[in-house]
């Protein structure tokens, strides 16, 4: 199939703020890999990160962003699709497969030896790591894309190409609490003897990840107590509060005082930025516990300087970085966290259904999206949706 054409259709983002629909090389197969026809793709806010200039992480070898009019990068990561072509050596995927991709490329997927953080299931964090959609690799926003047979992990069952998309954002949730578990901190939501148990869990934002990070709390791992999402939005309070959150739109003083009177003094033991907004650290210090845990999970805090750590460092609090949807390997050394996520759609445990807000049936549809419309009130999650 691939002999036959020599171009494809793509969404390219050639500098800050200008994305283009180009023609661009159709992706060759190896014989470990196979081409993935694109079905659907999720919107993240880290596309909206890399198209406005506020992020690149497609660096150099001093570590240094690249520049998109250096290195022009086709964006999307959260990509569900159809295998149309499969390698000499691939056994176990057949054409017609429908697949939800792991878009990081780590050690089995480049056919390594297991570096230090393949080993310990930080998969992401791979010593040869490479991303599609992200630092470089042409991403889903084209009409295929190829990728090691391992990085795609099958669908078996009736779930559809746009609920499937969110198995990425929710492995990424998943790896977050797990980043947590790991990690020595005197309060968590586990039952380890070196934890405290957590009384008051604070969620900044309620966009996709912080209703992900709602429904996993109470539904998977059963947390009941005081679960506190600051959020201005209507329309995501009322999400946030059918998942099983308490809500409040109060920000800086007010919140502190919302939060001192649900904790009774206490303050909370728990803070997740899911929404990476300055504000939140800047209003940490006065909102958290002595020694609390706080996970940043939302990047691109503007607006700020450092002089906002001097408090944290202060009350000794316990920053856990995360980023992907890392985790250990199956026996078909293929993703554990993506396949546990996809399990948790499928069964309804996280359901993604309702705030799947906005669906874009073209790549040219996405300028829509990109120049602003995901500012609107109503705009929760857009999907690109891609027909044969």
Not at 192 to 221: C, H, K, M
Not at 362 to 377: H, K, M, P, Q, T
Request: charge should be negative.
């Amino acid at each position: 199939m691939s002999k036959n054409i020599a171009t494809m259709q793509a969404l390219v983002l050639s500098n800050i703020n200008e994305l283009r629909l180009c023609q661009i090389p159709y992706p060759k197969t190896g014989n470990h890999s196979v081409l993935i026809r694109v079905s659907a793709v999720g919107i993240c806010g880290t596309d909206f990160h890399i198209f406005s200039g506020i992020a690149n992480y497609n660096t150099n070898k001093q570590g240094h962003p690249i520049a998109l009019t250096q290195q022009p990068q086709v964006l999307g990561h959260e990509i569900v699709g159809v295998v149309v072509e499969v390698g000499k050596e691939v056994r176990d995927l057949r054409i017609g497969d429908r697949v939800v991709i792991d878009q990081g490329l780590n050690c089995w997927s480049q056919q390594q030896s297991l570096c230090e953080y393949c080993t310990s299931e930080d998969s992401h964090q791979c010593q040869y790591y490479r991303e599609h959609g992200i630092t470089g690799l042409a991403g889903g926003f084209a009409e295929y894309i190829s990728i090691p047979a391992v990085n795609a992990i099958c669908i078996k069952s009736g779930l559809d190409d746009v609920q499937a998309v969110l198995t990425e954002p929710l492995g990424c949730i998943i790896h977050a609490e797990a980043r947590v578990a790991k990690t020595r901190t005197r309060y968590g939501l586990s039952s380890l003897d070196n934890w405290r148990q957590a009384q008051s869990v604070l969620i900044f934002g309620a966009g996709p990840a912080g209703l992900l990070f709602i429904q996993y709390l109470r539904n998977v791992q059963k947390y009941e107590g005081l679960l506190l999402v600051s959020e201005p939005n209507p329309i995501k309070q009322k999400l946030a509060v059918e998942f099983g959150a308490e809500v409040t739109d109060a920000i800086g003083n007010d919140l502190v005082e919302i939060v001192q009177e649900k904790t009774k003094g206490r303050l909370i033991e728990y803070a997740i930025d899911a929404c990476g907004a300055g504000t939140v650290m800047a209003s940490l210090s006065g909102l958290i516990r002595k020694q609390a845990t706080v996970l940043l999970y939302g990047y691109a805090h503007a607006g700020v300087d450092l002089s906002i750590l001097n408090n944290l460092q202060f009350l000794e609090a316990t920053l856990v970085c995360s980023t992907g949807a890392s985790g250990g390997f199956d026996a078909d050394l293929r993703p554990t966290t993506y396949r546990k996520a996809l399990e948790l759609i499928t069964t309804k445990q996280i359901e993604v259904a309702s705030w799947i807000t906005h669906r874009y049936p073209s790549l040219e549809s996405l300028s829509a999206v990109f120049n602003g419309e995901y500012r609107d009130r109503n705009y929760i999650k857009g999907i690109l949706t891609l027909k044969e």
